[in-house]
């Protein structure tokens, strides 16, 4: 119990590590020995627990995934979409730091996951989640990259527009 105790405390000192490092400095820039460092770990523990810094982010994203998942399935009824860019807008913060450090990629990979994308489906089942997919995170990466002005129900209002616009 106590090994397992430990490999918690050090992924989560780890990730708020990385975290704090990346609102001050460039990601790039971020090596494993300062984020053993500011995470008050060593570096074999870092290694211990993660592949790279890239792990680290990843599986943070699933983390968040993992809850929103349990919020959205405890809530019938919710429509996916707004419940996933709600998801977003309460961890903002999150993914505007991600965005300011280049990983917007990692984000397109976690809605891939988020709306079910498997290597092994059939092709037609394939390429209807990844459009349904790619569509969302066109929304989620336009509206990140402005800085998530908007919030959630403004977007559904503009989805709305996009879809039916209004006749002048």
């Known amino acids: 119990m106590a090994v397992y105790e430990n490999a918690t405390h050090v992924r989560t000192q780890v990730t708020a590590a990385l975290l704090k490092l990346m609102e001050t400095r460039p990601y790039q820039a971020i090596s494993i020995s300062d984020l053993a460092s500011a995470a008050q770990v060593s570096r074999s523990s870092v290694y211990r627990n993660f592949a790279d810094k890239d792990d680290v982010l990843r599986r943070y994203l699933m983390k968040l995934m993992e809850e929103w998942q349990q919020d959205f399935d405890a809530t019938p009824g919710q429509d996916f979409s707004d419940s996933l860019l709600r998801y977003f807008y ?3 913060n999150f993914y505007l730091l991600l965005y ?21 489906m059939p092709p037609i089942l394939a390429y ?13 990466d336009e509206w990140i990259s402005r800085g998530m002005n908007e919030t959630p129900e403004e977007l559904r209002e503009l989805a709305k ?3 039916q616009p209004k006749k002048t």
């Open 90 to 92: 309460t961890n903002r």
């Open 161 to 163: 527009e996009f879809i």
């Open 100 to 120: 300011r450090s280049g990983l917007s990629w990692m984000l397109h990979e976690n809605i891939k996951n988020a709306c079910g994308l498997k290597a092994d």
């Open 128 to 140: 209807g989640t990844a459009s349904i997919a790619g569509a969302l995170f066109g929304w989620a």
